[in-house]
């Protein structure tokens, strides 16, 4: 019996959340540049979507790019950036073909004026899928889309609009990037690091978190089923 078919349906997560870490360290221990660990990442990326979409698993979010990655070396950060402009250019084909839906939070306005083109079309080209809508994380930090929250509303409280009594959690949650997402059951985390590190602090209020010792590139399908 395969881990696949102890998997019990009516148990599963409808939103997974992964912080995919360890892509420098498995790079390195092969005696490789970082930027290889980070393309072999993709391929993990591809291995879990597939994974998620064949259990049936409704979300799947990635933090692909922190607030925190813009502080690494340039040549770093426009590796990865391409990375995911290729990614994106390559895969759409398989998202259609999969029914997945692209989506995008953080501070995308930070992003590159190719990577917001290419993101702002893919997610057009895919918003009637269904079966399984993939958020990627980019230029994302928790603790500014609450302030960017706390700020709307704010303005709205300002205006009248709103009083203080119509702010609620559930109001609350309206106005933060994941405003169409449900709050993940699972995060999962890589390389054995067992920390949040700024991702989606508000929206893990009760998620349970599992940590792999595996770095991001030897993550699989496999390992996706036995968290
Ligand atoms: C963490 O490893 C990983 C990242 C900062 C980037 C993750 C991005 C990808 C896998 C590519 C994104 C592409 C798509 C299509 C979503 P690390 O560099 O922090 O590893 P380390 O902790 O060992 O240094």
Not at 91 to 111: C, Y
Not at 135 to 144: D, F, I, K, M, P
Not at 180 to 201: A, C, F, H, K, V
Request: proline share 4%; net charge neutral.
């Amino acid at each position: 019996m395969s881990i696949k078919d102890n998997i019990d349906p009516t148990r599963l997560p409808q939103h997974i959340a992964v912080i995919m870490d360890g892509n420098g360290r498995w790079a390195k221990g092969l005696g490789k540049l970082r930027v290889f660990g980070h393309k072999n990442g993709v391929s993990a990326v591809r291995e879990v979507l597939e994974g998620a979409i064949e259990i049936g698993i409704p979300y799947l979010t990635l933090y692909a790019f922190s607030s925190e990655n813009w502080n690494r070396p340039k040549l770093e950060v426009r590796a990865l950036m391409e990375l995911l402009i290729s990614s994106l250019t390559k895969e759409l084909k398989t998202f259609q073909k999969n029914g997945v839906r692209l989506n995008a939070i953080g501070n995308l306005s930070d992003l590159p004026q190719n990577i917001q083109k290419t993101l702002t079309e893919t997610i057009e080209a895919t918003r009637n899928n269904s079966k399984c809508t993939l958020t990627l994380a980019l230029s994302y930090g928790s603790r500014v889309e609450i302030i960017d929250a706390t700020k709307k509303i704010a303005a709205q409280l300002a205006q009248g609009t709103i009083t203080a009594e119509d702010i609620t959690e559930s109001l609350f949650s309206q106005h933060l990037y994941t405003a169409d997402l449900p709050d993940p059951d699972l995060m999962i985390r890589t390389s054995g690091e067992q920390r949040i590190s700024n991702y989606l602090l508000w929206q893990m209020a009760y998620t349970e978190l599992w940590f792999s010792p595996k770095m991001w590139p030897e993550f699989n399908r496999n390992d996706l089923y036995e968290a």
